[in-house]
């Protein structure tokens, strides 16, 4: 479903040598299959969902989903692409400010003419993310680890045939982890989504069908257990 082949961006640094944070990335995901990429900060796991979101364009490499390389979609069709196919949660909550939990789940079916499904669609979501209680809550409210579910629950509310998560666990406490995790497996297992998640939380990682490790930009093997070492500074590439 997902083939992404030797995906590469560069950041030019100011003054001095451009940043390697994806390197000739090569990776399948199947349909209802969770992968997930373990890595440091740093590592380049933003970056590399930002280039298959289609929110940031490769230097080289292609990112291809059901056939398709997204990248030389239009970019109407790229975003249809984003609005419809992808789910994605990114490391910033941006919610409305003037809106509750629930409508801010509800965003996308509301952009997408779903509204009157929004209730049926939205509230079992955010139950099952534990804020069954906080549908009215407004965001300023919300811890961030309440925020950041809000934003799963709108990343999942279109049924995505795939979803990328950026650190989904990175605010939470060890029992919601688990309940996150718990229904990013459900949302590949029993919905058949391809699901990416990438994280520093080996307990994230335990959840996968299969973990790779991402380091430098380089996709590598995963250990289980594995522990990155302090970095002590990037390799550069000339
Ligand atoms: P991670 O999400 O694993 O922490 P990132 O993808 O955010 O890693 O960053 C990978 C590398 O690219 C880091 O060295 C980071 O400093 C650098 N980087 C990220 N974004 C930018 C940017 N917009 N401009 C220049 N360098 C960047
Ligand atoms: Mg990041």
Redesign the pocket.
Known sequence: MLQLRKLSKC???AGGEP?A??DEVTLEIARGELVALY????????????LIAGLLEPDSGSVVLDGRDIWSLSESERAHYRLHELGYLD?AFDLLEGASAAQNAAFKLWLTGNVRRAEEIVEPLLARLGLGERLRSRPAELSMGERQRVMLARALSLAPKLVLA??PTGNLDTARSREVLALLGETSRERGAAVLL?T?DPQAAAFADRVHA?QD?RLCDYTAGEVFPVRTG?RERA
């Open positions: 950041y030019a640094a940043v944070a994806v890595g440091p900060s740093g590592s380049g796991k933003t970056t590399l969902l930002k490391q950026d650190e990438v520093h991402l930009g990037r």
